[in-house]
């Protein structure tokens, strides 16, 4: 048992010096390198509907996990990401008046488009917390807390039984995840500007899941 501990011990240099190995490769092709190549406009792209590309409608979700995760290796390695504050400058340029990102929302019946934008919009709002956690750019955050309104708008409307039930089904990309899904940005959110607003849509889209969540909405 003392040998396999030794062993253990000893590898930890060898795995740390792997990992950061892998981080640096992976950061590299990700800032310098390719494919693909994230540029300016291939990320803005995501956060607009535009015809020949795929995905769209989940504007959002590219441009809201590169965001993130690039605020999240600048902090780790300290190492600047020029483009980045560029990029999130563009995203925040083309925030719609009601605070969402993307085509328009229908007006009547929630569709497989709304609960596309959904999900993007909460890969991005989350991304962009993440960012703010490093730049602390006032501007930033307002775009974040302008999301977090529209989502608190929405959600009367997307918290319906009959929207939950119709989207728990044969759904899969568009499935009720796409709501729900919101509550990591909107925690995000409400410990930065303690609006109890966002802790509040937060759990109540807790209590619209299964499991651990459903408890930690209801405290038990």
Same mark, same amino acid.
């Given at each position: 048992?003392?040998?396999?501990?030794?062993?253990?011990?000893?590898?930890?240099?060898?795995?740390?010096? %792997?990992?950061?190995?892998?981080?640096?490769?992976?950061?590299?092709?990700?800032?310098?390198?390719?494919?693909?190549?994230?540029?300016?406009?291939?990320?803005?792209?995501?956060?607009?509907?535009?015809?020949?590309?795929?995905?769209?409608?989940?504007?959002?979700?590219?441009?809201?996990?590169?965001?993130?995760?690039?605020?999240? +290796?600048?902090?780790?390695? #300290?190492?600047?990401?020029?483009?980045?504050?560029?990029?999130?400058?563009?995203?925040?340029? @083309?925030?719609?008046?009601? #605070?969402?990102?993307?085509?328009?929302?229908?007006?009547?019946?929630?569709?497989? %488009?709304?609960? +596309?934008?959904?999900?993007?919009?909460?890969?991005?709002?989350? #991304?962009?917390?993440?960012?703010?956690?490093?730049?602390?750019?006032?501007?930033? @955050? +307002?775009?974040?807390?302008?999301?977090? %309104?529209?989502?608190?708008?929405?959600?009367?409307?997307?918290? +319906?039984?009959?929207?939950?039930?119709?989207?728990?089904?044969?759904?899969?990309?568009?499935?009720?995840?796409?709501?729900?899904? =919101?509550?990591?940005?909107?925690?995000?959110?409400?410990?930065?500007?303690?609006? %109890?607003?966002?802790?509040? @849509?937060?759990?109540?889209?807790?209590?619209?899941?299964?499991?651990?969540?459903? =408890?930690?909405?209801?405290?038990?």
């Amino acid at each position: 048992m003392r040998f396999f501990a030794l062993l253990a011990m000893a590898a930890v240099p060898v795995l740390a010096g %792997d990992l950061t190995s892998r981080f640096d490769l992976t950061f590299n092709r990700v800032v310098n390198g390719g494919p693909p190549v994230f540029t300016d406009d291939f990320i803005l792209a995501d956060v607009v509907p535009q015809a020949g590309r795929r995905f769209t409608n989940f504007s959002g979700d590219v441009s809201g996990r590169y965001i993130g995760a690039m605020a999240e +290796a600048v902090a780790y390695s #300290g190492k600047p990401v020029p483009q980045l504050d560029r990029i999130v400058a563009g995203v925040i340029k @083309l925030q719609r008046a009601d #605070g969402h990102f993307g085509g328009p929302m229908s007006e009547r019946n929630v569709t497989n %488009d709304d609960m +596309a934008i959904l999900w993007g919009n909460g890969r991005l709002l989350i #991304g962009l917390m993440e960012y703010y956690d490093v730049a602390k750019k006032p501007e930033v @955050l +307002a775009a974040a807390r302008k999301l977090g %309104d529209f989502l608190v708008a929405v959600g009367p409307r997307f918290n +319906a039984e009959e929207v939950r039930k119709e989207y728990n089904g044969e759904k899969f990309a568009v499935g009720y995840i796409c709501w729900t899904q =919101n509550i990591e940005g909107l925690v995000a959110l409400y410990r930065v500007t303690k609006d %109890d607003r966002y802790l509040a @849509l937060a759990r109540e889209l807790a209590a619209r899941t299964d499991g651990i969540l459903r =408890n930690i909405a209801t405290g038990t």
